[in-house]
């Protein structure tokens, strides 16, 4: 998108400038950042529930006889194996393996599929599925202006929607999706999302949004539901150690860089797109891997940022890719990728430069945060 084009608008643009949201840029999309305070809407979702509009994520329509051939061929995963009714994470790689997206695709029917993209990669998400369409007896569809995606999440969601749906939530497990009716709304609904929570993302038009939105705040508000915005959703995936498209990955990364190799299935049928530089970069992980990406937990109190060097003995080690105070843990944190022979929990002597200063940090596994099920 050109720095002269107007900001793309959800359905729900008008409702978060009535509750104050503080709005941004985000790929193109004027979307909240937070409504009031970032730490009280983070903390929301931790013990309560938090609202989120994600309705600049992008959605993709793939149907057709052959349309589970085309997405086990263009994506890495092994897409024909998964059930109707559920969904699975998965990436699309460049032919040199390097990560063009992560993704989430559910399977809505026999035949057809949904590929839910990040918004700064929908549009060289949905160029590379139709490129690599051809020769398939498949059709690949743009759908964003199609939905717009509400999620709930946070302990208390799933009695906040219950309230509001006949659907069987109970039998809904983590990564898969239904069709229902929320608040009167038709909805597919999914239980996913990018918080380290349970909770749900529901997927309507763009014209029933305000309404369900309104529900889940009415039927919400009693046990503590708030609206949130994408500042807090940063700082919770970072918590749940999950991986942000231009911070964990990038196209000069392949899964196995990331630590992400188990979503590449190079078992199943055919062959796809950067197989043979995916089996490469393996077999790199597998012998002499190259930087592993890690926590950090500050010892002090000043916040790393996302190109921060990692250093150790004055040398540098690694680099930030992401970093935020932490409200769960009170203290900032971040993730980076280190060189392997400091990436051990507990590394001794392990510190990120902050504008000069050596700022001492502990090494531990991912995630920061998880909650107790």
């Avoid at 084009?5 to 729900?12: K, Q």
């Avoid at 509009?53 to 349309?67: K, Q, R």
């Avoid at 590394?347 to 596994?365: K, N």
Wanted: with cysteine.
């Amino acid at each position: 998108m050109s720095s002269s084009s107007p900001l793309r608008r959800t359905a729900l643009d008008a409702l978060h400038r009535s509750l104050g949201a503080t709005m941004t840029d985000f790929a193109g999309w004027d979307m909240p950042l937070r409504y009031g305070s970032e730490r009280d809407e983070h903390l929301a979702v931790r013990t309560k529930a938090g609202l989120f509009d994600l309705s600049h994520m992008g959605e993709i329509t793939v149907t057709g006889p052959e349309a589970a051939r085309l997405l086990d061929h263009a994506l890495v995963g092994n897409i024909g194996s998964v059930g109707v009714g559920r969904a699975r994470y998965t990436m699309i790689c460049q032919a040199d393996g390097g990560i063009l997206d992560d993704l989430i695709v559910y399977r809505l029917g026999e035949r057809e599929y949904m590929v839910v993209a990040n918004a700064s990669n929908a549009q060289v998400v949905l160029d590379a599925l139709v490129e690599r369409s051809a020769g398939f007896d498949a059709e690949v569809r743009d759908d964003r202006d199609a939905y717009a995606l509400i999620a709930v999440q946070g302990p208390e969601s799933p009695g906040i929607l219950k309230s509001l749906t006949d659907a069987d939530l109970d039998g809904l497990k983590y990564y898969a999706g239904l069709p229902g009716t929320v608040a009167g709304v038709p909805a597919l609904i999914a239980r996913t999302g990018y918080t380290g929570e349970d909770g749900f993302e529901l997927f309507v038009a763009p014209e029933h949004a305000e309404k369900l939105w309104q529900a889940l705040t009415e039927a919400g508000t009693p046990v503590g539901l708030a609206p949130c915005g994408l500042s807090c959703r940063d700082t919770l995936r970072l918590e749940a150690g999950m991986p942000l498209y231009g911070h964990e990955l990038t196209t000069s990364l392949t899964p196995f860089d990331a630590g992400l190799g188990r979503v590449v299935k190079f078992e199943k049928d055919g062959d796809f797109v950067g197989r043979a530089a995916l089996l490469e970069a393996a077999e790199r992980a597998a012998q002499n891997p190259p930087r592993v990406l890690v926590g950090l937990v500050a010892e002090g109190r000043r916040v790393p940022r996302a190109g921060y060097a990692v250093v150790s003995g004055g040398e540098v080690i690694g680099e930030v890719t992401s970093g935020a105070p932490s409200p769960t843990l009170g203290r900032p944190i971040a993730m980076a990728y280190v060189d392997a022979a400091h990436s051990a929990p507990g590394t001794a002597g392990v510190a990120v430069d902050i504008r000069g200063s050596h700022e001492p940090y502990e090494v531990v596994a991912l995630p920061f945060y998880k909650r107790q099920k």
